[in-house]
Each structure stands twice: as structure tokens, then as C-alpha cells.
């Protein structure tokens, strides 16, 4: 997308039914990955405050979900001395994975990647009923979201690219605005090598 100079390639999200939807009073909480206050320091918190003057619930980030993660490779690890297994944060690895080298699925851990986890955690947990909307750089997040074995955890994947340009196109901004649970040691998954970091911090 980035090499074709006409601008002709695109690839769909769910931004522009996640703001449709906020406007018609749908209860929408947002998983924010960690990635976005890396990409827009200085945005980050008008954006996120912006959108709650829109409606959004909670602000919940997905470092959160990293660190249950973490925990679920590493109990994993510890209970089957289980080494070399391939994890599974990206959906366009797995999907790979699925369609073309399946003598590989016995390789993935099973473990739901940092977004599925906090998701599963608000739903189980912090017992949220309503939509939830993944704001990342992932543009293969839709695939996980829409996989039937995921069905009705998360509703909307939000680019940063097409919500960035929706935020500045309607002038989106409100009073500065920051996810709700407390970063933990996933803050470190937009840099490569954050599970092996975890496992340091843990096996030393």
C-alpha cells in the first residue's frame, strides 16, 4: 500500500461503523494498544477524550491483556517445559499458519493473543456487556475479530491511519483523556522481543 504511488490500494476497517454507531448512542468501551501512545504522544490524550465526549464507556488499554499474556506463555512454559513454540499476537501469522503450513499448528502456543486477553478479562472480569472497538496499527486485527472462535468478544477493529484522519477531518478532541487500568509490563509489546523480555524478567 505504501509502494503503490496512485494511492489505489486500501483495506477495510471498522472505523467509519464504530463512529456511525457512537452517533446513533450504541455503548461502545475501547481497547487502546499500547502503540498508539508511541505513535501519537502528543495527541493521545485529546483524541481518547475527544472520543468519550462522543460516548465511549472506557478506555481500556491492551498492555493489560499483554502482561495476562505473558502470564498464560510462561504458566504454560512452566507446567510442560514447553520450548520453541510460536506465539500468537499477530493474525496474519496464524492465518498463514492455518492455510498453508498446518504441520506448524502443534507450534502455537495456546495462548490468545494481548487483545483477546483483555477482552476476555472485561467480559469475564469487569462483566462489560457492551461493544467493544480495538483502536491499533493492525490492519489483520480484523481477521482475529471476526474469527468464529473469537465471536462476540470484540465488534469494531479502528485503524490508527483511518481514525487519525476521521479525528482530524471532524476536529475530534476533548479534555485530555487516559485508559483506566494502570500499565503493567506489557507497555513494552509495541517493541520487538516483549515476550522474551517478560520471560527474563521472570526466569532471570
Given at each position: ?40 504522544p502528543k495527541e493521545y490524550g ?159
Amino acid at each position: 500500500m505504501d509502494a503503490c504511488v496512485h494511492d489505489a490500494r486500501k483495506y477495510y476497517d471498522d472505523t467509519e461503523r464504530f463512529f456511525e454507531d457512537l452517533k446513533r448512542g450504541e455503548r461502545i468501551s475501547i481497547l487502546v494498544a499500547p502503540a498508539f501512545l508511541a505513535n501519537y504522544p502528543k495527541e493521545y490524550g485529546s483524541v481518547l477524550g475527544g472520543l468519550k465526549k462522543l460516548g465511549v464507556s472506557r478506555i481500556i488499554s491492551v498492555s493489560f491483556g499483554a502482561d495476562i499474556t505473558t502470564w498464560g506463555y510462561l504458566n504454560y512454559i512452566s507446567k510442560h517445559n514447553y520450548l520453541g513454540g510460536i506465539s500468537q499476537p499477530c493474525p496474519a501469522v496464524v492465518r498463514y499458519i492455518e492455510d498453508y503450513t498446518p504441520e506448524l499448528l502443534p507450534k502455537l502456543f495456546p495462548v490468545q493473543s494481548p487483545l483477546m486477553c483483555a477482552a476476555v478479562y472485561c467480559r469475564k472480569e469487569l462483566k462489560l456487556t457492551e461493544k467493544l472497538a480495538f483502536i491499533s496499527s493492525c490492519i489483520a486485527k480484523k481477521m482475529e475479530i471476526d474469527d468464529p472462535n473469537n465471536k462476540g468478544l470484540v465488534q469494531y477493529n479502528v485503524t490508527f491511519d483511518h481514525l487519525m484522519r476521521y479525528v482530524r477531518e471532524h476536529d475530534i478532541k476533548g479534555p485530555d483523556a487516559k485508559d483506566e487500568i494502570e500499565y503493567g509490563s506489557g507497555l513494552h509489546l509495541p517493541h520487538t522481543g516483549w515476550i522474551e523480555r517478560e520471560c527474563v524478567l521472570v526466569f532471570g
